[in-house]
């Protein structure tokens, strides 16, 4: 049964992924709840997939996390409050801000991240606050960095439906952006000239739509890219006007191209010259061309250079910021973007504002009311939780996520949580892996229980609203963190009534940087009245004060880029090897992701019967050949270990996957199947620029399971 419901059809956003559907709740008198897509959503137009149907279902109050607890006794929200900011005072006073941290989530939303982060940055004065959605795009972020000075999705999802040629890199698009995919698919069917390129190591259910599916090497997207950028040039498919007028940096980014070529593409990728050609010359003579790229891309210790690859083709043929032009990175969460735009990365500031730079630093401390300023970059997510494991970090409040099974070494991020002086988890369940390990947990709102924003890939902010009571005590994050904060002593500077209050000082911050670099503006809602901001429809930005048309907005056609020079940077991009490479020991390379019907580690698509049919249990994926060579029958178990780790899933034996590759669905986590912690066995090598961690590579050895 779902808890108390208020008997009206409510219009909210989906909370899976980074689509960012609109969604109509219909709370039933009967306790259920009716979902159904929004038709006047400019993101899915009242289409949803499979996860946003079964919304309805995942709404009951089983497993919920109902009150909070200290050392897993019921305890009163002052007193949990107060054991928090205590805590976390004290151990501040006793081995200085650095020794806090703040783990956050892309679930979280905008109000939500926007406080915390003014609470770690602004008062506390450490940048140690990362979230999980380092592991979902951060290297998307630093390639927009790189090369147009700021964090910037230049296109728009009309995009991809005004397009000749979309290519869809390490993204399986079918299953993890559905209805983007669905509407692809439409544009398609109404236009017979759009072309779909899917550039993937596996067959995916998105590549058996593709006119040409390129199943490259795992990790040799660099290699494609740069043999893609030197065709273009000597096919004379350049633009070189724009390259001339908006642009710097082209010279060593073709030299590092042609160094790699046709046949160092081919021979990376291992991929036959015909079919490169193929996409090569499809690319060149064709004006509207749509790059979408998304965890295939980002996921690996050379992401960065793998995106800025791809930015070098479109920035070298103008292809940028038109109608049906342009790279497009698709985030997976619900809010990735919501957080990249308050600054919830421990490398950013709010409004895309960068922490080494004092002008800017002084912007913000003065809109946050702030008595300090983190000025250094804090712990990305792989690190924070290794300074957990060396006592480097003594205090962490974990939000809205379950690191103990989704970060790469999740054993170790395990073990440090059981020996971290104090950890506080505030989620929504009651027994993931994480809350086990916790001294303190929080109840907070669920999906439909709280009331805020989210921003989806295309840049589109929308509201979530509240159509249910919260369960519990369960209390909504930004009231949570606000509460710590006043009990802290930093009352005045976080008196909110509610998560208008801050979305309006978020608007305002956005205003304020006026350097000439400002893209994310928002500030038509700096204003926004509580009524406003109640019935406030979905938005594209930026949104300046005095604009108010739905128009898609798109970036960079007339350059008018945010570095110092105004110019796109061109980034050479020498391609490299994983960390993490096969080898006697350990011969096949294991590539992580998502299916098509479960989210994360399942706390909310398990309470789903017709979402766990879809598949039912955690599985690997491997070509025939490597079956028959290890002696795995379909169907049967299988271990698959490396030195950190090991799991134990069902062999699903198929021509989909690549030789010499495997993969494993991340969501079984350890309530679900103890055995199958897939991310137990994916290192903590990350990308040295962004800091993402190679969760598509890591080497591994398979044979049957006998069970002891
Ligand atoms: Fe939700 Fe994404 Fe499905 Fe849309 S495509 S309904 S946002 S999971």
Not at 189 to 216: E, G, K, M, Q
């Amino acid at each position: 049964m779902t808890q108390t419901v208020t008997g009206t059809t409510v219009r909210t956003t989906c909370p899976y992924c980074g689509v960012g559907c609109g969604v109509l709740a219909n709370a039933t008198a009967d306790g259920t709840v009716a979902i159904t897509g929004d038709p006047a959503h400019p993101a899915n137009r009242g289409r949803l997939c499979s996860k946003g149907t079964a919304l309805g279902e995942t709404l009951d109050l089983d497993g919920r996390l109902l009150h909070p607890e200290i050392a897993g006794k019921r305890v009163s929200w002052d007193e949990a409050t107060r054991a928090v900011a205590d805590t976390f005072s004290r151990t501040i006073a006793e081995h200085g801000p650095d020794a806090v941290a703040f783990y956050v989530s892309g679930q979280i939303l905008t109000e939500d991240y926007a406080i915390a982060n003014k609470l770690m940055k602004g008062f506390i004065g450490t940048a140690n606050i990362d979230t999980n959605s380092r592991l979902c795009m951060a290297s998307s972020v630093a390639g927009h960095t790189r090369a147009f000075g700021t964090d910037t999705v230049p296109g728009c999802y009309e995009d991809l439906e005004e397009a000749d040629l979309v290519v869809l890199v390490g993204s399986n698009t079918a299953w993890c952006h559905p209805v983007l995919f669905q509407r692809l698919m439409a544009a398609r069917d109404a236009r017979a000239n759009l072309a779909i390129v899917v550039i993937d190591p596996r067959r995916t259910a998105t590549a058996t739509f593709a006119d040409l599916h390129l199943p490259l090497a795992p990790g040799s997207d660099v290699a494609l890219f740069n043999g893609l950028l030197a065709h273009l040039h000597d096919a004379g498919a350049l633009d070189q006007d724009y390259i001339a007028a908006h642009t710097e940096g082209f010279e060593a980014a073709l030299e590092q191209a042609h160094e790699t070529g046709l046949e160092g593409a081919c021979a990376l990728t291992g991929l036959d010259a015909p079919a490169l050609r193929r996409f090569y010359d499809l690319f060149a003579r064709t004006e509207r061309v749509v790059t979408v790229y998304s965890q295939g891309v980002n996921q690996s210790t050379s992401g960065s250079d793998k995106v800025n690859a791809i930015l070098n083709c479109h920035l070298a043929t103008g292809r940028i910021g038109r109608p049906g032009m342009g790279p497009f990175s698709v985030t997976g969460q619900p809010n990735a973007m919501g957080g990249r735009e308050v600054g919830g990365l421990a490398n950013q500031l709010a409004c895309h504002m960068e922490l080494e730079n004092p002008a800017h630093r002084a912007i913000v401390q003065s809109v946050w009311r702030a008595p300090v300023i983190a000025d250094k970059p804090g712990l990305k997510a792989v690190d924070m939780f290794r300074a957990v494991a060396d006592g480097r970090i003594r205090a962490i409040w974990i939000m809205g996520t379950n690191p103990v099974d989704s970060l790469p070494e999740a054993d170790l991020v395990r073990r440090a949580l059981e020996a971290c002086p104090f950890v506080v988890v505030s989620d929504v369940m009651h027994d993931t892996d994480t809350t086990q390990v916790a001294d303190v947990l929080l109840p907070a709102a669920g999906w439909g229980e709280k009331d805020g924003t989210v921003t989806n890939s295309a840049r589109q902010i929308s509201r979530q609203r509240a159509f249910l009571a919260p369960a519990g005590e369960a209390r909504p994050d930004w009231r949570i963190i606000r509460d710590v904060a006043h009990a802290m002593g930093f009352e005045e500077a976080f008196d909110y009534a509610g998560p208008a209050d801050i979305f309006r000082e978020h608007a305002r911050l956005s205003t304020e940087k006026n350097d000439g670099t400002r893209d994310f503006d928002i500030g038509a809602c700096a204003d926004i009245t509580n009524d406003a901001y109640a019935t406030l429809e979905p938005f594209q930005w930026p949104r300046p004060a005095g604009r108010s048309d739905g128009a898609p907005t798109r970036f960079f056609a007339q350059g008018g880029f945010y570095t110092p020079r105004r110019r796109a940077r061109f980034i050479a991009t020498p391609p490299k090897q994983s960390a993490s490479t096969p080898n006697d020991a350990f011969p096949l390379v294991l590539n992580t992701g998502r299916i098509r019907d479960h989210w994360h580690t399942m706390t909310r698509t398990a309470k789903s019967p017709r979402l766990s049919r879809h598949i039912a249990e955690p599985f690997i994926e491997i070509h025939p050949k490597d079956a028959e060579y290890f002696d795995i029958r379909p169907a049967s178990l299988v271990r698959v270990a490396n030195r950190y780790g090991a799991a134990v899933v069902r062999a699903l034996v198929s021509n989909a996957a690549r030789p010499g590759a495997v993969f494993v669905p991340f969501h079984w986590a350890g309530q679900w199947a103890a055995n199958a912690r897939i991310n137990a066995l994916v290192t903590g090598h990350t990308d040295p620029v962004s800091g993402q961690p190679e969760t598509k590579s890591a080497a591994v050895s398979i044979r049957p399971f006998e069970a002891a």
